[in-house]
């Protein structure tokens, strides 16, 4: 049996190989007032602090000192879970003090989508929201609709002829609905394997794309969850 792993978002469809997702710095000269309510920001401001080894007492501290005003460990705490909005010259600060390059478009609804090992896909529930320390990095991309992006890096050849080895797939948490020919990231409730691959109707099976032919369409037995839909597949030419 196939389960929705999540609800529904119609017709999302996966898009050819792309360039590397947009990553820039934010332009300075943003007015002191202005702020970013992405969501996703608190992405940013926690790898911030990882890549500065620094402590969240340790960067408000810093930023007390830089922007004259209190910024206590409560209020960095805060910044990092999205319960508190990151002013404009706040964000600039903590690029400067942290040296990690704030993300463009945190005024222009850019979403950063964390990218997560194939364990951790697996074993997350439809309901279960993105663990921070479970993610290895986060990926910025200004075109995604609404949803619950995650990104995984492709292992194996099964689907080579869409998504090479290395290369990175992002797909929809929200978006479980099967559509004959298209392409979702599946897992088995019982062992937590987890698979990308076409989905074919009549009989349900999931269908490699690859151009090593002993890979053959797996016939999914016991409890099968839908993790999510591809929207997207990304491979840098290096």
């Given amino acids: 049996m196939i389960e929705a792993a999540g609800s529904m978002q119609a017709n999302v469809a996966i898009c050819a190989t792309s360039a590397s997702p947009l990553v820039a710095k934010l332009q300075t000269d943003r007015p002191k007032g202005l702020r970013y309510a992405d969501a996703?920001?608190?992405?940013?401001?926690?790898?911030?602090?990882?890549?500065a080894d620094i402590s969240q007492a340790e960067l408000g501290r810093r930023l007390t000192n830089r922007l004259g005003r209190n910024i206590d460990r409560a209020a960095v705490n805060k910044m990092t879970t999205g319960k508190r909005a990151v002013a404009g010259?706040?964000?600039?600060?903590?690029e400067d003090i942290t040296k990690f390059p704030a993300p463009t478009g945190a005024s222009s609804k850019l979403t950063l989508?964390?990218?997560?090992?194939?364990?951790?896909?697996?074993?997350?529930?439809?309901?279960?929201?993105?663990?921070?320390?479970?993610?290895?990095?986060?990926?910025?991309?200004?075109?995604?609709?609404?949803?619950d992006w995650i990104a995984l890096e492709v292992q194996g050849d099964s689907m080579d002829r869409v998504s090479p080895p290395g290369s990175v797939i992002i797909?929809?948490?929200?978006?479980?609905?099967?559509?004959?020919?298209?392409?979702?990231?599946?897992?088995?409730?019982?062992t937590h394997e987890t698979t990308f691959k076409r989905y074919k109707p009549r009989p349900d099976r999931f269908v490699p794309?690859?151009?090593?032919?002993?890979?053959?369409?797996?016939?999914?037995?016991?409890e099968i969850a839908v993790v999510g839909r591809v929207w997207r597949t990304m491979l840098d030419l290096k």
Avoid at 44 to 50: H, K, P, R, T, Y
Avoid at 89 to 94: C, F, K, P, R
Avoid at 173 to 187: E, I, N, S
Avoid at 209 to 222: A, C, F, Q, R, V
């Fill in 40 to 51: 996703m920001l608190e992405f940013w401001v926690i790898q911030a602090l990882a890549h």
């Fill in 209 to 222: 794309l690859s151009t090593n032919s002993d890979h053959e369409p797996i016939y999914p037995e016991g």
């Fill in 171 to 190: 797909l929809n948490r929200k978006d479980t609905r099967l559509v004959a020919d298209k392409f979702y990231v599946f897992t088995d409730l019982k």
């Fill in 89 to 94: 010259d706040e964000l600039v600060a903590i």
């Fill in 113 to 147: 989508v964390p990218q997560m090992s194939w364990v951790s896909a697996g074993s997350m529930s439809a309901q279960d929201p993105v663990k921070l320390e479970d993610a290895i990095t986060f990926l910025g991309f200004p075109d995604l609709p609404p949803g």
